[in-house]
């Protein structure tokens, strides 16, 4: 027998409200609050010299329009995103195919394939760290041994190839989450459609083109959306690696953020850049997620 | 007992390093010695190695604590109100400071204050610090500031002058603030009038060179920017095979070590960072001079000076990759280490001069001093932040005093901030040695301090532009990403983008 | 090509590609037990033949001293200081924090899922959203509030700051697996459950819940597994506590870096990760795309 409730509606466990507290409470202070702040900082133009900080809306944000270092980095991020994102893309897909089948051996294989995934950012930094190194690091020195690279242009040290070997790592790390997300798409995937196609007289080519990635594509879309964003956030990698450089070859929007906090301690401007991150995400998002009609 | 002769050296060797690493009292390693056959003088117990790392080469040296009995009283008194508690700071791994961090357990048993310091590279000391005076939180009771963070954290430190003044209870007998060479006060702590800190450790440019390599190649010591040129081409092109180059450079981009070597390439060419009328003058003649001497170095160093801070440039020092080294004289003890490759065929000279003249310090701004020897020396300061701060001024002052610091540059052979350390007799007898411990470049680096110190400039700002905007463009000039080599290019932008903090900070 | 020879060959490319993939991480850990000459070698790359040297891991897990590691190099300053190679400390911090922060992440976000799973409010697309657009917030953008706040708070450099920020960091994330899973549970049982007397929580706590306690495991480790590895916000945030990410960049110093003490408790922290991930291969997937994709 239901017992009459002495609370007030809103209060009782039919009411969302209790449910959502504890999360929506702690994600208003820490999570939106935060981002305010940020906001209202971003509008005080500050003297290092003095440490005062006046009300003047607009000189950070003219300052960030202005910054050529912004804008090369927000190149360097989306140079480093499109990239990453395509060869994630496409090896995890293959990658996927590969080992998709059941036979024996194939699971410890992709069980083993997912080792990537719980290894520190931080540290597979000094994973590459390690290999890359001009003088005693086993990637570095088989690409000399291939004659592909010279000793005199360090890896990492070198601009032209420091942003591919943040690139590399990021690649490593991650395409097994393409990996996973692909082979859980294609399991699911009915046979039917398939088996009428071979009867038909398609190839495994042609099968693969138009019935396995169109039914895959919301898929493929949810994936890159996921990693997309992430890709846009990557902070670790590039402190631990390359710390931005060589010169700014390596500095991604968020590292540029984390040298202006670190180095100068202009804490408006800092937020200003940070924002400026945030922005370029949600944008970034709500585009992707509109047009491929993106749904959780 | 009687040994064959190679166990008998294997048993010293053990032994000796078994004493200074601590594990073994001074009456144990005397009484094993003496079963050994060997006999000591203190002279001797200063050769055995320490810990194999290169600044500690006589650890065994130091065990011996000679602190003054009315030091320790003091010590003592003083620092029973506060025993127990814990004082913090962050420093960077600069000899002196991991010389002191072995020390400190002395000062402890004195006071019964313990010290933490946490070493990290110098630029997470900088965050760190920034950090701390932003937030005023208190976390470090002593700042360890290089001097040019000196105005930058001048409020946040107390007058260390005034406080032992004002604090007659907390002052050390005999720590005699005039004994503090005055070129380093100046150039290092003073601010506006006041000391910000105590002068701590001053890594100065002089030239280094390898006795060896100049010899084999008939190439005298080079004296003037244009004899040096010449001398790093010369070896470059004769010994590029064997991986040896003529010189090697900290260029890394964003780094601090970058716009250090930058900075005296420009003095060396009749340039100045500031001109008189507080704008930037890096983009002039003599500083594009300057930049484009550095740009030609580079071609003849090896590939890692693009990602080497100082401790890069060490390490080519001491796996013997280079000949030529106008860098810090810190470097000099550690390459002599006894168990180092190097050990002995480096010399030391003065640092270079001309043939450019320098800019006079009329003409400059902001209080630069244009000179060829740059500075990078620190200061430990009490924060005025510091929960306990009569702790703190307490272990400051042990650091500082002319007992500790002259046990300092016994243990590391860098160069000492007070007069009393450079003529103190134990300092002066090692002139002699070859290996570990040697003083013998320390006349050369006495000379720099007093006649040739160039310092940066002192405004606040100059903590961030010189960490973030110059090397960062220097970088990217150095490394190929942008200004297509052009010097000029690339000082411009300088230019705009240091003006620009400058003026945001109402200084100029 | 026969049958035969696609399959072997399958075998041979797929066996390739998951080498390497696993290589950086074998390298790794064999980096950890090779003395300072393995490494540093300036002849060749060595490989395989060298004498193992458990040192390294003596000194960042077992808390032994620098100056006993026979196999540390002797040219390279690095950090000095005692314990400045104890990972120890790190373990125990980065243990605490990630058990802690998964805890709590869990636990209100299984509040919050039920909340969304069952009960059909005005606005719950709308939340729902807000929880994804946190999942795209870019730490970096609220790390310089968050330190004050956290100043302010007193929370600056303690446990409970970092378990609070990871936790907001895995909340989004555990709050919509967690719905996902409760979506695959029929509405029927709670229905049944009420007819029967049961009170909301009561059908929540009792009957719904067990149900889907796998996905709650997958949910757990999950998070600590985003806890673990995370670093920008422990960098920001501590000075004193570090955790092990944190922890083993401070290996490397302008100095020179002590490859021995970075790899061995680089290796070190990869084990608790994958000891989880191959308990929980089953709903990795629906974890990863936070619950889009069901396994």
């Known amino acids: 027998m239901k017992k009459r409730s002495v609370l007030p509606r809103w209060l009782t466990s039919e009411h969302p409200l209790p449910w959502l507290f504890p999360v929506t409470a702690l994600l208003i202070v820490f999570g939106l609050y935060p981002v305010l702040y940020s906001l209202w900082l971003s509008f005080f133009k500050r003297n290092p010299a003095t440490r005062k900080e006046k009300f003047m809306p607009s000189w950070n944000w003219e300052k960030l329009l202005s910054d050529d270092r912004v804008w090369d980095a927000v190149q360097i991020t989306f140079t480093y995103a499109l990239l990453a994102l395509s060869i994630q893309l496409i090896v995890g897909l293959a990658i996927a195919l590969l080992l998709d089948t059941d036979r024996k051996g194939f699971g410890i294989l992709r069980a083993l394939m997912t080792l990537p995934l719980v290894v520190p950012p931080a540290v597979t930094g000094m994973m590459f760290l390690l290999m890359y190194d001009s003088s005693f690091g086993v990637i570095s020195n088989s690409l000399y041994a291939l004659n592909l690279l010279s000793p005199s242009a360090p890896i990492l040290g070198t601009g032209s190839t420091a942003l591919w070997g943040v690139i590399i790592a990021d690649v490593w790390q991650w395409t097994p989450f393409m990996v996973l997300i692909m082979l859980a798409g294609l399991r699911a995937l009915p046979r039917e459609p398939f088996e009428a196609a071979s009867i038909d007289g398609a190839s495994g080519l042609q099968s693969f083109i138009y019935l396995t990635l169109p039914m895959m594509s919301k898929i493929i879309a949810l994936a890159v959306l996921i990693r997309g964003i992430d890709l846009f956030r990557i902070f670790d990698y590039v402190k631990v690696m390359t710390d931005s450089g060589p010169g700014t070859a390596t500095e991604t929007l968020t590292a540029y953020a984390g040298t202006v906090y670190f180095k100068t301690a202009n804490f408006p401007y800092a937020s200003t850049v940070a924002l400026a991150t945030l922005i370029l995400v949600l944008v970034t998002a709500s585009i992707f997620i509109k047009v491929f009609k993106v749904r959780f | ?508 | 090509m026969s049958a035969l020879i696609k399959t072997w060959l399958r075998y041979l490319v797929a066996m390739v590609v998951v080498g390497i993939f696993i290589f950086p991480i074998a390298w790794f850990a064999l980096t950890s037990i090779k003395p300072i000459s393995a490494v540093f070698n300036k002849d060749r790359v060595v490989v395989f033949d060298f004498e193992p040297t458990f040192d390294n891991y003596k000194v960042t897990v077992l808390g032994g001293l620098k100056s006993d590691n026979q196999g540390s190099s002797n040219i390279l300053m690095g950090t000095s200081g005692e314990g400045a190679y104890d990972g120890r400390g790190s373990i125990v911090s980065s243990l605490v924090i990630a058990i802690c922060s998964t805890f709590l992440a869990t636990s209100i976000s299984l509040l919050a899922a039920y909340a969304l799973s069952r009960l059909s409010f005005r606005g719950a697309q709308g939340y729902m959203q807000w929880i994804l657009s946190q999942r795209f917030l870019p730490p970096i953008a609220i790390i310089i509030p968050l330190v004050f706040i956290f100043r302010d708070l007193g929370l600056r450099d303690t446990h409970l700051g970092i378990i609070i920020a990871h936790t907001l960091i895995n909340i989004p994330i555990a709050l919509l697996i967690l719905k996902s899973f409760f979506d695959d549970v029929p509405i029927e049982v709670d229905q049944a459950a009420m007819i029967d007397g049961a009170t909301r929580f009561q059908c929540f706590y009792m009957v719904v819940l067990p149900m889907i306690k796998g996905g709650i495991a997958a949910t757990a480790v999950l998070c600590f597994i985003f806890s673990w590895t995370e670093f920008l916000l422990s960098l920001f945030l501590t000075n004193s506590i570090r955790t092990v990410p944190v922890k083993i960049t401070t290996f490397v110093t302008s100095t020179g870096s002590e490859w021995g003490y970075i790899s061995a408790l680089g290796t070190a922290a990869i084990i608790p990760g994958f000891i989880f991930i191959l308990l929980v291969q089953n709903h990795l997937v629906r974890g990863l795309t936070m619950g889009a994709i069901k396994d």
């Open chain 2, 1 to 508: 007992m009687s040994f064959k002769r190679f166990d008998k050296q294997n048993f010293i060797i053990d032994t000796a390093k078994k004493y200074a690493a601590g594990r073994m009292s001074k009456r144990d390693f005397l009484k094993k010695m003496g079963i050994a056959g060997v006999g000591f003088s203190a002279y001797n117990a200063g050769m055995l190695g320490g810990k194999g790392r290169p600044f500690f080469g006589n650890m065994a040296h130091a065990q011996e604590n000679t602190t003054p009995p009315e030091v320790a009283e003091f010590l003592r008194e003083a620092g029973k109100p506060f025993a127990g508690t814990t004082i913090r700071y962050t420093s960077e791994a600069t000899p002196p400071t991991n010389v002191l961090n072995e020390l400190k357990s002395e000062f402890t048993e004195l006071t019964g204050i313990n010290v933490e310091i946490e070493i990290v590279p110098l630029e997470q000391v900088l965050a760190k610090a920034t950090q701390d005076v932003q937030g005023q939180l208190g976390t470090y009771d002593i700042y360890y500031l290089d001097q040019a963070w000196t105005s930058t954290f001048s409020p946040d430190t107390y007058d260390p002058v005034e406080y032992y003044d004002t604090k007659p209870d907390l002052a050390m007998p005999g720590f005699d603030f005039d004994d503090f060479s005055k070129p380093l006060v100046e150039g290092i702590c003073e601010y506006d009038g006041k000391w910000i800190g105590l002068p701590f450790d001053i890594p100065i440019f002089t030239l280094m060179y390898r006795k060896d390599i100049l010899e084999k190649h008939g190439i005298e010591v080079p004296r003037t920017y244009e004899d040096f040129t010449k001398a790093v081409e010369m070896i470059t092109a004769a010994e590029k095979e064997n991986n040896i180059f003529g010189t090697g450079l900290q260029a890394k981009s964003g780094h601090y070590s970058l716009e250090c070597d930058w900075s005296q390439a420009v003095w060396g060419h009749g340039g100045s960072i500031f001109g008189a009328d507080k704008n930037f003058s890096g983009n002039d003649e003599a500083g594009v001079a300057g930049l484009e001497w550095y740009q030609n170095l580079l071609k003849n160093a090896p590939a890692a000076s693009v990602t080497s801070t100082w401790d890069g440039q060490w390490q080519m020092g001491a796996a013997g990759q280079i000949a030529l080294c106008q860098s810090w004289a810190e470097f000099f003890p550690g390459w002599n280490a006894d168990d180092s490759e190097v050990k002995g065929l480096w010399e030391m000279a003065k640092p270079l001069e001309g043939s450019a003249t320098l800019r006079s310090r009329d003409d400059v701004g902001f209080g630069e001093i244009p000179g060829w020897g740059h500075q990078g020396g620190s200061s430990i300061a009490l924060s005025r932040y510091s929960k306990n701060p009569e702790a703190a001024w307490l272990f400051l002052q042990w650091a500082c005093s002319k007992d500790v610091m002259t046990r300092c540059t016994l243990i590391g052979g860098f160069a000492p901030m007070r007069n009393s350390s450079f003529s103190d007799p134990r300092i002066v007898e090692r002139k002699n040695l070859e290996g570990s411990g040697t003083t013998r470049h320390l006349d050369t680096v006495k000379w720099t301090i007093d006649n040739v110190m160039a310092s940066e400039p002192d405004l606040a700002i100059w903590a961030g532009v010189a960490n973030n905007e110059i090397p960062t463009e220097l970088g990217k000039l150095l490394t190929g990403q942008d200004y297509d080599g052009s010097a000029k290019k690339c000082m411009d932008q300088v230019a705009k983008l240091v003006d620009a903090v400058v003026d945001e900070a109402d200084l100029g």
